[in-house]
């Protein structure tokens, strides 16, 4: 079940503005362009508390911004760690994460590192606590042979209760539908969400929201070649490439994507041990792939009983989220979960808490979807 993508779709359907960038204008390529960082101070000074403007002649561009140097020692010096003295996460807000864009002229600089915001309610929110904002470090994966081997079975045994590994690996493509009522100040508001996942790398998240008789339409898309949120006009916004770890681990940890994905060579499974989770008995096995770290709770038949991981709830807020499955139905072979019920540090977190309209594989997908042609400025 995938439903994190929803933290971008309520402030999109919040504001009524993408969220996906902070005005970033795309060249013909369908890349955003490079933006002017920091209202053109130096970096490297700023890091150690002071504000001096930089030279449009002394310059670098990284990761989508263009930094100014007063002087080119300071150029040197930011060239030779510029890890530490860029705009951390890549540009997207400090607090929101994710898909949400952070304003290059709108900075903080915290523990010697610099961050950006999307909002001055976002600025605020950080700076009153950054701990619940930032990331943290992941445990690290505790691996032994034994506990590698015993991974292993635990797939085969999650493959087994799902269908099949050949079933499995013979998806082309996999879709869920739902839809929720939300309670929002405006009222009951129904948002219908359509996630395609088109095997092995593309992923396209369709969202609907009727309000106050109105109909607001928007879409994620992942892909090899970009990522790109579309607006319901047709406008569409290339996102930055800090934004990609995250929508590979949204989109990655649904349970079939995840078993789906288990050829890749960055697939870890390790065995972590056996725990009674609401009176059934099971099997934790940590699953790392690339940016995926979950842990997930298997039933003495091999069923997916939950998953949980590390993320940012819809406040920008990081925790732990269970996720646990229910309601498991046969489509086209496979035993597939149609029922969520979610927590966020032991808490009930409705939106990621639903149940699906429908699931559908081996659908057809025009590569269309996953490839939008048009960027607007």
């Not at 290059?104 to 600025?123: A, M, R, T």
């Amino acid at each position: 079940m995938h439903l994190l993508m929803l933290t971008a779709t309520i402030l999109l359907f919040s504001t009524g503005t993408p969220v996906v960038s902070h005005d970033i204008q795309a060249g013909m390529s369908g890349k955003p362009e490079a933006e002017d960082a920091l209202d053109g101070l130096d970096p490297v000074l700023l890091v150690g508390g002071k504000e001096v403007p930089g030279k449009s002649s002394i310059s670098v561009t990284r990761g989508g911004f263009v930094y100014l140097f007063s002087t080119p020692e300071t150029k040197a010096t930011f060239e030779g760690d510029p890890t530490k003295y860029e705009i951390q996460l890549g540009g997207v807000c400090a607090r929101m994460g994710k898909t949400a864009g952070g304003n290059p002229s709108d900075f903080i600089v915290h523990e010697g590192k610099i961050y950006v915001f999307g909002s001055d309610d976002c600025h605020k929110k950080f700076q009153a606590n950054p701990a619940k904002y930032l990331p943290r470090p992941a445990q690290p994966l505790p691996f032994s042979a034994a506990a590698a081997a015993e991974g292993q079975k635990l797939v085969e045994r999650a493959l087994s209760a799902m269908g099949g590994a050949a079933n499995v690996d013979a998806l082309t493509s996999y879709i869920e539908s739902m839809t929720q009522v939300q309670n929002r100040p405006q009222g009951e508001v129904t948002v219908t969400t359509k996630t395609m996942w088109s095997f092995p790398d593309r992923v396209r998240q369709e969202r609907t929201m009727a309000l106050q008789g109105k109909t607001m339409t928007s879409a994620t898309v992942l892909a090899p070649q970009g990522m790109w949120f579309l607006a319901g006009q047709g406008q569409v916004y290339p996102m930055r490439a800090a934004s990609r770890p995250s929508l590979e681990q949204d989109f990655g940890r649904n349970p079939v994507a995840l078993l789906r994905g288990r050829t890749s060579r960055a697939f870890t499974p390790v065995s972590i041990g056996k725990a009674t989770v609401d009176d059934v008995a099971v099997e934790h096995l940590r699953i790392v792939n690339g940016q995926i770290d979950v842990t997930l709770a298997l039933d003495p038949s091999g069923r997916i009983h939950s998953a949980t991981y590390q993320d940012r709830n819809n406040d920008g807020e990081y925790g732990t989220f269970v996720i646990t499955y229910s309601d498991f139905r046969q489509v086209g072979g496979l035993q597939l979960p149609h029922s969520t019920k979610a927590t966020f540090n032991g808490q009930p977190y409705a939106a990621q808490t639903a149940i699906l309209d429908a699931i559908a594989i081996n659908t057809p997908l025009d590569p269309s979807l996953f490839a939008p042609t048009q960027v607007s400025r």
